[in-house]
């Protein structure tokens, strides 16, 4: 049966106030306990490095690991509640469509099904950026704010998320976008500055170059930078010349698990027209 199906005949449940979130990245694979109405995690995060070779299996080890020990917690959520895990590439129906920065065994593999079976417990598989992106509108740095917000994320690749009125629109790939012949996220990335050795003068540039094509075609309100390096935006934001407001990430390096945990709850939320 179509999960959609499954969610309507089930009827409306109430959307659970606190939720495991994982977020899986290239060098570590972070939890917490999420309290959503808070959009802040409870207690200690919990990081185990990503392995290597970071294939399906060795992934879900540790994910299982991770809410295993969560989820020991007297904090914890009950066993019944999703888990929500966020992944870095494209996530269609619960399955990995790309495999830009992550081993290639992850091409369409049925994240959702591979992680339900591993953890023996219901997980919500989301693109990282977007999980990033739905924790900034709802309780960072894009909170309450209407029409297009973008959020890119500047780390081993650039991640998005395409936001409109509070709803994303999941799976929009703007770390691809092809620019002067190159793949935009092999040049302006986190990690393609520290690839290069430039300083953030030089880096500034490149994402001057980024960010108005960005804005050519979007037009957005509003465009928050996250990732990792977004607790430097002083040394390169500053300098960037647009006329959409470009502000950090309030949530930093919490965003993934929190709104990897946020959309795990909203999808127990029956769907309107
Ligand atoms: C992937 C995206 C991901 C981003 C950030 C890109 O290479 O294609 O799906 O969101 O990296 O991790």
Do not use: C
């Not at 339900?116 to 704010?145: C, F, M, P, Q, S």
């Not at 170059?209 to 002083?234: C, D, M, N, Q, T």
């Amino acid at each position: 049966m179509p999960k959609d199906t499954e969610k309507k005949k089930s009827g409306k449940k109430a959307m659970p106030g606190i939720v495991i979130g994982v977020d899986i990245g290239g060098t570590g694979i972070k939890g917490g306990i999420v309290n959503l109405e808070k959009g802040e995690i409870v207690g200690e995060r919990f990081r185990i490095p990503t392995p290597k070779p970071s294939t399906p299996e060795a992934v879900a080890a540790v994910v299982a690991d991770i809410v295993q020990e969560l989820g020991s917690r007297p904090e914890g959520p009950p066993e019944d509640v999703p888990v929500g895990v966020t992944f870095p590439a494209i996530i269609q129906h619960g399955v990995a469509r790309s495999a830009a920065n992550v081993d290639k065994n992850w091409l369409n593999t049925d994240v959702d099904a591979l992680f339900t079976k591993v953890l023996g417990r219901g997980v919500h598989v989301i693109n990282d950026a977007d999980a990033a992106g739905l924790a900034e509108v709802r309780y960072g740095a894009g909170k309450g704010k209407l029409g297009t917000v973008l959020v890119i994320t500047l780390g081993t690749g650039i991640g998005s998320a395409f936001i409109f009125d509070g709803k994303l629109v999941p799976n929009v790939e703007l770390g691809h976008l092809e620019i002067d012949g190159h793949d935009a996220e092999t040049r302006a990335s986190a990690v393609a500055r520290e690839r290069d050795g430039i300083g953030w003068d030089e880096y500034a540039v490149r994402l001057q170059r980024y960010f108005s094509h960005v804005e050519f075609l979007f037009s957005p309100e509003l465009i928050i930078v996250g990732g990792g390096i977004s607790k430097r935006s002083a040394d390169y934001l500053p300098e960037l010349r647009l006329r959409t407001p470009i502000i950090p990430a309030q949530l930093r390096n919490q965003a993934g698990i929190v709104g990897g945990a946020l959309q795990a709850a909203l999808l127990l939320e029956p769907r309107k027209a």
